[in-house]
Structure formats: C-alpha cells, structure tokens
C-alpha cells in the first residue's frame, strides 16, 4: 500500500458524460501528479501539481482539467467522453518534484 | 521524449538472469525503475542520481551511465513474483516523469 488513494475504483458511463477522479496523495506529499494508461500502452503523463499551483503539463486534451485542493488532495475532470477515453487513470505523488512517485491504486474508466 | 526501453519483452524461466536497458537522446540526471503487475499500480524500485551510480532492490540492481545517457536494471536469480512489466522514467522540464513504453517480463518455474 503506497498511502496514495484513489476513488473511484471501477467507473463506468456513456460517451458525452463529465466524470470526476480523485486523488489523495501521502500526507507528506506536495506533489500530484496525474497519468493516463491506455489497455496495454505505456504511461502517459497528463498534470502536475505542486502545493496547489500546476507546474507542467503533459498531452492532457482541452476536454480534461484538473486542480489541486488546499488540502492538497487533487481532482482529474474529464467531460464529452469518447470511447477511446477508457483507460487506468493513476494519480501519483511525492514530497518534491523530481523525487520518488508513489502510485495509488488507480481508477479504471470504461466508456460505452 | 520518451526513453527507449529494449527488450520489449522477455521471458525467463526461474533462477535465470536478465538486462532491461532504458536509453535517452537527452540529458539525464536521474532515472527511475518501476514495476507493474497487471492491473496493479506501478510500483517503485529505485532511483538512480549519478552517473556511474549502482543500486541494488533485492536480487534487483541497476546502473546509470550518464554520458552515455542510458540506465540498465539486472534481474539476477529471477523468481515468478518478478513477473511484471518494468519502466524506466527519466524527468523532464518541470519534473514531469516521461516513461518508456516498459519491457514485459514474464518469469516461468
């Protein structure tokens, strides 16, 4: 268990709708960091946050947003869903940048 | 740009060796290893920071050559719960991770 946690597990809608994921990093992490894992694809970077601020962004589309709470947990929105959209989102975080990236659990989107 | 891994996938039988390799056309001064099991989260290995730097995780080492930009992990003696799929990750501009598109790795008894 990294401490990461991620909700929903499992999520499934149709195409066009707007869902949310949400992330809490370690309680001693600053750092959030959101990736896209398509059925047998790599990990593709999508944002980074640190202490609320956004500080790179990877091929992240128009239709997807993030932030980062005073809390410092982190929400991925992803709206007009299309097919190719289901994938493992996994949100990641650290206490710095650059340093280790402790994985959550991920949350698995299916769109139909 | 995205690190390349080699092999794309290799499969061993218990107690036998193998070299991932994960190599950049850019600067590095850091590379990471991961493993994922299928369906699972990436787990972390270990980070290497220097060049020449040599880390160990178990039966699990790797080595960084920072002038010839390019990392190697080394799986000794492989046991079944190597089984996974290992990326490297080099970071980029604003500490972003860019991973390699991971070597699959399956260990048979």
């Known amino acids: 268990d990294s401490g990461v946690t991620q909700t929903p597990k499992h999520l499934i809608t149709a195409t066009g709708q707007r869902v949310t994921l949400r992330c809490s990093p370690r309680?001693?992490?600053?750092?959030v960091y959101w990736y896209q894992q398509s059925l047998d694809q790599g990990l593709q970077f999508l944002i980074h946050y640190y202490n609320g601020e956004e500080r790179a962004k990877g091929n992240i589309l128009e239709r997807f947003s993030a932030q980062q709470f005073p809390d410092l947990h982190s929400e991925l929105n992803l709206s007009s869903l299309e097919l190719g959209d289901s994938a493992l989102y996994f949100c990641?975080?650290?206490?710095?940048?650059?340093?280790?990236?402790?994985f959550g659990p991920g949350t698995r989107l299916l769109v139909l | 740009q995205q690190p390349v891994q080699s092999p794309q996938a290799v499969i061993l039988r218990e107690g036998e060796d193998a070299v991932i390799n994960c190599s950049s056309s850019k600067a590095l001064y850091s590379v990471h290893w991961y493993r994922q099991k299928h369906g699972e989260a990436p787990v972390f290995l270990m980070i290497?920071?220097?060049?020449?730097e040599q880390k160990g995780h178990e039966k699990i080492s790797a080595s960084f050559n920072e002038k010839k930009q390019q990392s190697s992990l080394y799986l000794t003696a492989s046991q079944l719960s190597y089984s996974g799929t290992y990326f490297c990750?080099?970071?980029?501009?604003?500490?972003?991770?860019?991973f390699g598109a991971g070597t699959i790795l399956r260990v048979k008894s």
């Open positions: 290497l920071l220097k060049g020449g």
């Open positions: 309680s001693e992490d600053l750092s």
């Open positions: 990750g080099t970071p980029e501009r604003g500490n972003k991770l860019v």
């Open positions: 990641a975080s650290s206490v710095q940048d650059g340093e280790t990236q402790y």
